[in-house]
């Protein structure tokens, strides 16, 4: 076991160096306004859908990963087959009235669908405060994790993973961000596909003795986990696949980062592209993941190989890294860890700015923003954001969270669950309306506050967050509007595009 050596070291920063580089090189030519936030029109579609799967394949992701399939079964792998559902009911229903729209941000809609720039700012402010968690989260696991292989202070690398995130992030815009993305994402994808086919290279067996834990060790799906609940609020198969799906859709239609994204063409022949191609690298990378946290317990638990220090469950797949692979190689894995962290910061970094600006800075401001206006301001606020999320990152880094995927996924069911209710009352309904839009968000707010904080965990799972919310949401809002228009005779329609129906 030589662990995490000098010529690693130096190969991590190496990486960091290039990335950062490279990330100088797209941000050259300056741009101005929303050529910042929506990029040039330049970056070819199949960038931008790597760029998608870098920003969701965090590293929480890229540790837990393998950290539960290593420590239980593959049940939180059906969580990915929730991409069956959301990809084609974002690519049949929303992203079509997106570009008819021509929007800024994801909140844009929503001003537009329901004439309220409150709406907008109230959208905005909760992708903001869900993007600043999620930022802390992914700076101070991966480095919790290299900061106990590499005798390193966690502190230290929390602030060089912000640092180099800020400074392309705020030079370079959007473009920048996508090209780096896109960098790092392959990185991501080759270096975790060589690292499987290392592992089966040291397991006696190989895949066969993979697959043999499946049935044998029950592995895949162990006995007391079902298929289906008649409780639909409690963990099984159907309720993983239906809320991980409802889930990701959140990410796919009211999370700036991602509609960001969306925003940079109105070409949905591109758009759909991008979907679908992004849907097959997750789910591909997801399976990689699972198979190497059930190839890294027949390594040490069936075969006996020594376990690695440090080798507690989201831990599991980096100490191997450290303390099995190649000198050189270690460092290289690593810096994919590094990759999945930054590509995912650099791009809530752009993501809050563009929300700041556009969602919130225009909408309150007494005067028209000019271009230079809005880029300074973008800047400004990625740095703020930036150095905020570095120091909430570092007061995390004292707690401990047994494993940050599931942690993370009912946070954003939380956040984003909210936020996707307001979006299906508003693309699906004629009938809703500006108070009942309103009233609904407050009350989905409200009902998932008190079973987020006030209902014993194992009474809900994290996964019907998002059905919860989107069901409170119609239930709510529907009436409401109804109400609101009997009471004060509105007989207002929609403005044309902003709903899934011909106006």
């Not at 950290?67 to 990915?80: D, M, P, T, V």
């Not at 473009?175 to 397991?203: C, R």
């Not at 190839?295 to 690695?308: H, I």
Request: charged fraction near 10%; aromatic fraction near 14%.
């Amino acid at each position: 076991m030589q662990g995490f050596t000098v010529i690693d070291l130096i190969i991590l920063i190496v990486y960091l160096a290039a990335v950062l580089f490279a990330g100088l090189h797209f941000a050259k030519r300056e741009m101005k306004g929303k050529e910042y936030f929506k990029s040039d029109g330049t970056v070819p579609w199949w960038v931008t859908s790597v760029s998608i799967f870098a920003t969701l394949l965090s590293p929480i992701s890229f540790l837990s990963l393998a950290g539960n399939s290593y420590a239980g079964s593959w049940l939180l792998w059906f969580a990915q087959l929730g991409m069956l559902l959301a990809i084609p009911v974002t690519i049949k229903f929303f992203l079509p009235v997106y570009s008819k729209l021509d929007i800024d941000t994801a909140y844009h809609y929503l001003e537009l669908r329901f004439h309220s720039k409150g709406l907008r700012v109230l959208g905005a402010i909760m992708f903001i405060i869900y993007q600043i968690g999620r930022m802390s989260i992914i700076m101070y696991l991966p480095c919790m994790v290299l900061s106990s292989l590499m005798n390193i202070n966690v502190n230290i690398l929390i602030i060089i993973m912000g640092i180099i995130a800020i400074i392309y992030s705020y030079t370079g815009g959007l473009k920048s961000v996508l090209w780096t993305d896109f960098i790092q994402g392959s990185v991501l994808l080759i270096g975790v596909t060589f690292g499987l086919i290392f592992l089966i290279s040291q397991i006696d067996g190989g895949l066969g003795a993979i697959f043999h834990e499946f049935t044998a060790g029950e592995k895949f799906l162990s006995s007391n986990e079902p298929l289906f609940d008649a409780n639909i609020l409690k963990n099984s198969v159907f309720l993983l696949i239906v809320g991980a799906g409802f889930n990701t859709m959140g990410s796919y239609v009211s999370s700036q980062d991602i509609v960001q994204r969306f925003t940079t063409t109105t070409d949905t022949k591109k758009l759909n592209k991008m979907m679908l191609a992004n849907g097959g690298l997750s789910i591909f990378i997801a399976t990689v993941f699972y198979l190497i946290g059930t190839g890294l317990y027949v390594f040490y638990q069936v075969q006996g190989n020594q376990l690695p220090p440090a080798a507690q469950q989201d831990q599991i797949f980096a100490s191997w890294i450290a303390f099995e692979l190649p000198v050189g190689v270690t460092g290289l894995l690593l810096a994919a860890i590094y990759a999945a962290a930054q590509s995912t910061l650099s791009t809530g970094l752009n993501s809050v700015a563009s929300s700041w600006t556009l969602d919130i800075q225009e909408r309150l401001s007494k005067k028209q923003l000019s271009f230079e206006q809005q880029t300074k301001i973008g800047q400004y606020v990625s740095l703020i954001v930036g150095i905020f999320s570095i120091v909430v990152a570092m007061v995390l880094a004292n707690g401990g969270v047994k494993s940050a995927y599931e942690w993370f996924n009912g946070f954003m069911g939380l956040v984003l669950g909210i936020l996707i209710g307001t979006f299906i009352l508003g693309a699906f309904t004629k009938v809703a309306n500006t108070f009942g839009a309103t009233i609904a968000f407050i009350a989905a707010s409200c009902v998932m506050i008190y079973i987020k904080y006030f209902i014993p965990a194992d009474a809900v799972s994290i996964w019907s967050y998002s059905i919860i919310s989107i069901a409170v949401s119609l239930v709510v809002g529907i009436p409401a509007s109804l109400i609101y228009r009997k009471v004060k005779g509105d007989k207002s329609v929609p403005a044309p595009h902003t709903t899934i129906y011909k106006n």
